[in-house]
Structure formats: C-alpha cells, structure tokens
Nanobody
Framework: QVQLVESGGGLVQPGGSLRLSCVASVSIFRLYNMAWYRQAPGKQRELVAAITGGNATNYEDSVKGRFTISRDNTKKTMYLQMNSLKPEDTAVYFC?????????WGQGTQVTVSA
C-alpha cells in the first residue's frame, strides 16, 4: 500500500514563501515519477510541477520562475519550494506518485495566500 503524506501548507501573505513536502512510503522511491497538483475551489485539479526519477522537471506556465520542484531519493521525499506567492496560488496542493500504470495521491495540504 503506497501512502503519500503532504505537509508544509498554511496561510501566507502575498509575496511570501512556503515549502511543501511529500513523504512516500514506497520501496524504491527513485523509480516513481512524482508531481504536485493543486485544486482551487470550483476549479479542476491542475498540474503544478512534475519531476521524473531522473530529475527532469516541468512546470505549469503560471508558476515558472517562482516554484521549484525537487526530490531527495534517500529520504523518499519530494518538495515544492514556492516563492513570490500570489492570491491565485490559493488551493489544496496534492502529491502524486506514478509507476507504470499505477498512480497514487496524497490527502492534500491547504495553501492560502491572503493579506
């Protein structure tokens, strides 16, 4: 049973920063492609950033230059460093792990950007 646990969300002012973490309970973490998604109220879940086992990354256009995705395979953990946060970044952020046809999701962590 794969479990993903996100942490690091919270309330931050516009222009502030947060770092999200996702810890995975998998046997060989480096084999999994990982990603962060977010879902704002009334909107569909969208891809924010993704990182492969080989550390190739891609980002949604609105977060390029502000967010950085990374992973530490020894700690079985993925991160999302979020800088210059904007109110439109407010959402529940979800961690996703994929291996072959299988995909697993965390429960999500709330990020609220507000003055």
């Amino acid at each position: 049973q794969v479990q993903l646990v996100e942490s690091g969300g919270g309330l931050v002012q516009p222009g502030g920063s947060l770092r999200l973490s996702c810890v995975a309970s998998v046997s060989i973490f480096r084999l999994y492609n990982m990603a962060w998604y977010r879902q704002a109220p009334g909107k569909q879940r969208e891809l924010v950033a993704a990182i492969t086992g080989g550390n190739a990354t891609n980002y949604e256009d609105s977060v390029k230059g502000r967010f950085t995705i990374s992973r530490d395979n020894t700690k079985k953990t993925m991160y999302l460093q979020m800088n210059s946060l904007k109110p439109e970044d407010t959402a529940v952020y979800f961690c996703k792990a994929a291996f072959g046809a299988a995909a697993y999701w965390g429960q999500g962590t709330q990020v609220t950007v507000s003055a």
